[in-house]
Each structure stands twice: as C-alpha cells, then as structure tokens.
C-alpha cells in the first residue's frame, strides 16, 4: 500500500481494543500515529515542535506509555495531512477513550502508580516471556500461594489490604482464559518451586496447578534446574511483554523493590531476548516440566 492510500484509509481494529482497555487502546493510536509520521517523512523533534513538546514526548506517545490530549492529537494529524473528518474523529476517539480508567485502577490505593502501568501493559500484551528466580510468575499462582507471597511483602499490611492484592492477581489471570488469551512463556528457577512458600499443602496444590496450566496449549513452563549451575540471568527476574501491533517494539519490564524499569531501546531488547533464549536452552525442556513438578510433590 503507498502512503498516499494509507493515510485515506481507517487504521485496522481501532475499535477492536477495548477488551483490554485504554493501554491498548494508548498502545493502537500510538502506533498509528508513527506511522502516519514516517509516512509524511517528519522527525520526532519535528512533531514534538508542532504540539508544543519534545521529541522524548512524541516518543512515549507512540509507544503508548502516556496518556493523550485530544489538543495535541488533534494538531499531529494536521501536521501529519489527515483530512479525513471519518479518519480524524475515528482517532480523537481513541484518544479520548484511552483515558479512560482500566479496571485496574480501582486497586490503586494498594499498589504504586509503576505497577498499575505494568498491568495495563500485561493486558495489552498478546505474548510474555518471563523469567523468575525466587517466586513462581503471577499469572500462574494459586489464591492461597499468591496470598503467601502478599503477605511476606507486606507483613503489617490489614487483612483487607492482603485479600485486595490478592483479589487483584487473580483477576489480572482472566488474560490466560477466554477466546483470545494471552500466550505466556515462563522459565522459572527450581529453587522457586523447591521452596515450600505457605507451607507444604499450599505448595502442593501451586504445584499441582501448575501441572493443570501447563496442558493448556498456550502456556509453556521451563525449569532451570540446580544442575545448570551460573546462567546469562544473574542480574534478576526480568520479562518481556510483546504487543500485537507489528510496528510496536517488544517492552522490558524489571521490577526493583520500590520501583521498575521500563526498557524498549532496540539495543536493549535484543540484549534481554537474547538472554531468554539462553535462558531457554539452559532450562530442562517444556516436555519435561510435569515429570519435574510430579517429583516436586512427591517429595514435600
């Protein structure tokens, strides 16, 4: 297709977002305002001038790490020749929509505002590859092992505050079912699994479940076992979130103690995709995980 044409044209699925709320829908308009950008041959620092800003602000709006002005959408797709009143309102649309709360934003009294961008991330994604050391991921925990782990994060927390983080990281799972779910590639550290967080029957049943999540055909488990000795991972848990709009790069997500680190350099996702597939090749191979979690709970 020629610029000429793509520019008179809708945007694909720019309605077809909302399922997963406005990081989707930030992560879209993004999208297509790049490319309607490169189409017209500006810079950032070109249309960071247009809207009164600068190029770094133009960057996180097209990654849809930011939130957006109608004003300021309104004044690139002028700069950038949207005529189009149909095309035009179909993306004010968006912009407007996109700043709308998730449904995540209801649990911001317990959580920082870094994580809840993460969960609007983790939504959006359409595929997640993560490495974890000390925890079993998220996604994959049992109620009462993931209330384990609030607990030792947060150990003068109220009971309300405990069942909210709780009931929080079971909804966010809802991504693994449905008719499109989330594809999720998790390596995971033995000593994660061997360490009997809640106590042996709350391990039991995490691993038990973890058996029953790794049938599903879109969630794939490894373990890196003790007998791997050092790997490419000795800095941390890290993962990567990738998105279903071609012209978005792969995000990095390293969460620190009091914060996280959000990286999209392509220097720096290569480096970490490469580390995963290191991680990949060390760990005992996906076939294996259920022989490996079925000898876990034998022996606990």
Sequence with gaps: MSPAHAADEPPANVIAYPRNGPTALRIALGAQLRRLREERGLSTEEAGYAIRGSHSKI???????????ERDVADLLTLYGVTDGELRESLLAMARQSNTPGWWHQYGDVLPDWFLVYIGLEQAATLIRTYEVQFVPGLLQTEDYARAVVRLGHPHAPEEEIERRVRLRMTRQGRLHGPDPLRLWAVVDEAALRRPLGGPEVMRDQLRHLIRMTELDHITLQIVPFSAGGHA????????????????????????????????????????RQVMDRLSVDACPAFQTRALLEEMIDRL
């Design 59 to 69: 960057s996180r709006m097209e990654n849809g790490r930011v939130g957006f002005k």
């Design 233 to 272: 991972a000795a800095g941390g848990p890290f993962s990567i979130l990738r998105f279903g709009e071609q012209t978005l790069s792969d995000v990095i997500y390293l969460e620190q103690l009091t914060s996280s680190l959000y990286l999209d350099k392509p220097a720096d996702v290569d480096r970490y």
